[in-house]
DNA sequence: GATGAATGAGGCTTCATTCAT
DNA sequence: CATGAATGAAGCCTCATTCAT
């Protein structure tokens, strides 16, 4: 196994590790046992316990960030929901095949210490001002009634973050496409103005 | 002091501690020393670190219930966003005279152990059964879009709590009225049928 | 066993194994199994290792310190000699009732780091400064020959060290006034004028 | 590079790492990073670290002892002094040029377990016979005071050993042949009957 | 020979819990 | 009841040595 290959898996390792007891319950023994690698091979490839993680986390923020597009509002109201949707729906797709990422993200990388709470402040802090900068465009065009920028783009995450979070517990949940389309339509209709929402058939 | 009232001062501490630092980087040398008293009496009163966190987990989650009172549809759509607010209202009015609670429920409680979590998700459980009952009455009432109960309910849920998420971790933001009423009319964009909507002036 | 006693005891164990064992090669295991204590209890007296050895060291150089004295030349030629017989008699009566000591400073506590090999430096310094300006005043009172006083002064030092370290290291030698008449008179025909030694019949 | 080169660079890489940082401290990877060579081959020139660090402690009294004559008295007064100041200053002059080698012998080598401390005890064995034995025909030509040889040799070799050491600590002392010169003086002072010494101008 | 990835014994330290006073 | 000293299981990390390529 390459020095590349090796690492990739104790990585993987480790994330299910983490994602089924947490962080601090987590032990470098689960995860070498898991990867089936004795304790200074671990150590060969990081740091600590608490790199791995970051690694994780790193990895993850990474992967999230480029599957969420800036909104672009040139193409009018459809466009603009269609753009939402895809945004939506890649990084559903992501995290709903990558289940361990989820549980990372919303479960077991909260709380954890200063340092990691910095991170998620970070990455959530990033994606809202995404999130806001949209807002400023929809409502320029009017699409949007109005609204705090702020707490609205609170909601918005908090929307979508909720349900993620019972899809990574193990919640029985209805269709992917389903759930985006219902996320979508909860959120098209607090956010457009009423009639380009008919408009919009949701 | 009576063994009551120690026992309180000691869940105080324990709560401000859990609070500032986390479950797992807690110790029971930070408690008692914030508290002043002796290891051994820490124990005189709790079994373990575990059921001091069950038990302040458990007297948040019966504060928070008395708070919320299953929504009364009977007096019009008025009446309902009335009891919606009152509900909203109470909560946050809980958790942010009660900040170290509000931080123990949203960054804290998350991730610790297999058993932590189900205790969340079955008070989370409950809140979403109000929620998808109270749907039920608006739908019935025509006072709803035709929605998905339960993945709307996640929404209306998460969209709560990302907003206080950000007041426990400090994020500088509006005024509580202001919080309270944004909130508010996202959710009532959201789910009303605009007609009806328009009529709440929101 | 009070506080005060346990540490002392601890301290005595630790003593004994470092000089045994010298401190890298030393565990704390060795030291509780010595001491019949568990190793928690150790780091209830002692922060780490390191701790323990840095205090028995200062623990030695106090004793040290406090049983020289700076020598005072205006009792002639014969108060000065056994004014240095005493400084030297002291100092032996303290290591040689003190094996364990005398290994750690002459054997154990050198090159371990950089740390501690400052405080020995600095032990010995200030050590050197006191033979310095002994042999300053000596100069001053025409008692010795001429000679540089840094030199000389680890010279004086060396004889010193060499004989306890074999004594440090069990070498089979004469008896201790044997000893201490001995280096006093290779001392004082090294540094005294021809007349003075013979006068004070060395 | 040939196989003896390699390993006799090794070596050097070796005492270099073990003078900067000690025994214990010093790690396999730091003789190979300075080495420049891979970690497994280190093994393929020394059966361990422990092997190393005896090799160059061999090689250092190798040199050392080929360094020492035996002083031979047929040549009177004069030439045993003459043969002495050649003692030290060949040793001196090894040692000042083999810095690393010095620091070795005197602050690193000491204490580290009971095999090296035996090692360092048999080299300084030998040396103090050869003191003693100088010592004893000193006697028989009535060239020294009356004396104990046993411990008188430790003095001796105490006196030189110190100097030697404030050296491999980097103390700032005076120029080499002022540095051997006193060391003489003081050791002639010591031993000789002082006609003898007189005679000697020291 | 040379390489460097892999190994795993072993050390230090922490901290929840117990228990004698 | 209160105390705080004692306990020891358990975790993290290091590093000398081995071995397959």
New binding site residues.
Partial sequence: ???AE??AHLLECALTVFAKKGY???????I?RDA????????????????VFDQLLGDLFAALASRVRRIDPSRGPTGVVAQMESNVDEVLDYLLENRPMLRLLLAEAVGLDPGFDQKLSEFYGRLLVLIESALEQGLEMKLLRKLDKQITSLCILGSIKEVLYQVAMGSQLPERPKIVDEILRYNVRALFVPEVADQLKM
């Fill in positions: 196994m390459r020095r090796r690492r601090h319950t987590a032990t470098i023994a689960d070498i089936g690698v004795a304790r200074g091979t671990f150590y060969l490839y990081f740091e600590s316990k608490r790199m």
